[in-house]
């Protein structure tokens, strides 16, 4: 561990975030899990993936 991260840490402890800060930090995390979630249940579509498809955009 760094010790920019101890005393980044430090910094949190002795001035806490605000409120609406931990809510944005939270739904970030729960949209980041609700994908990963959709993903793994559904698997990716295969429009948005990054494999070569051919000339003009058309599958081979």
Do not use: D, K
Request: charged letters at 15%; aromatic letters at 10%.
């Amino acid at each position: 561990m760094n010790i920019h991260w101890l005393l980044r840490l430090t910094y949190w402890v002795r001035h806490p975030p605000s409120p609406g800060r931990i809510a944005l930090i939270t739904g970030v995390i729960v949209l980041c899990l609700i994908l990963v979630g959709v993903e793994r249940f559904w698997g990716w579509p295969e429009t948005l993936s990054v494999t070569p498809t051919g000339r003009g955009g058309l599958p081979r």
